[in-house]
């Protein structure tokens, strides 16, 4: 009796380490669920910043008009299409409805954080182009910066399904091939081809050849701090990106800009 007590209590003990086994294995899965996401993917504002806050007062009345096919986001290389690029911009897109949503200084947090709190629900683009990231790699890693420019990709997909996504690879920036700057930059895009692999809806655009010479330096009269385009510059970016942005808006590619 006491041998046939024994067998029944068996399972029981076993079930009990089982148990606990899992528990624990769950606990350690929480914990690596539950680790803190990198700066980069944390959605913030600047709205303690004049400047800013009325930027994004700006973006978010127009987006509250409706009427928008064309989505520019970014930071201030997508900014400046509104200043240094006006002219070019109204070229290209003046009768796209097109609206800017870069903001200069942004980092991938800022632009999650606009995403969540413009109302984006107001308009159904038809196509966006996405060029961000270059002032995150000062303080995160590649790795980092990657799966945060994939997360503005998700949140504007979640957003609109079907819209398709020009995403560029950052512009390489620093004046010479062996600038700091430059090969964080490098570092990044490297990670992107393989990030984006599965996302029908993404294509991934390099135009980083645009800004440098055969020696791979950076010259003043495209990019006269080695980082923003002039008009010059956005003449070339949106010559080279017409074929693609014209495709997915369905319309006739415009003639190169004189």
Sequence with gaps: MKILKRIWALPLALGFIFACAGALTAQEGEQVNSAPLPTSMVPVDKLDQDWWKDRFEAQKARIAEGNVDLLLLGDSITHYWDTTGRAVEEYYYGDRNFANLGIGSDRTQHLLWRLDNLP????????????????????????????????????????????????????????????????????????????????????????GHLWVDENGVIPKDLMPDFGHPNEEGYKLWGAEVEPVLSGMLGDTPKEKMP
């Design 120 to 207: 984006m629900e107001n308009i159904h683009p038809k196509a966006a182009m996405l060029l961000i990231g270059v002032n995150n790699s000062f303080e995160n890693s590649a790795e980092e910066v990657a799966r945060a420019i994939r997360a503005i990709v998700d949140k504007l997909t979640g957003l609109y399904p079907d819209m398709p996504i020009l995403l560029l690879k950052i512009f390489p920036a620093g004046e010479k091939p062996d600038h700091p700057t430059r090969l964080r930059v490098a570092a990044i895009n490297a990670l992107l081809p393989d990030m984006f692999n599965d996302y029908p809806n993404v294509t991934l655009m390099d135009i």
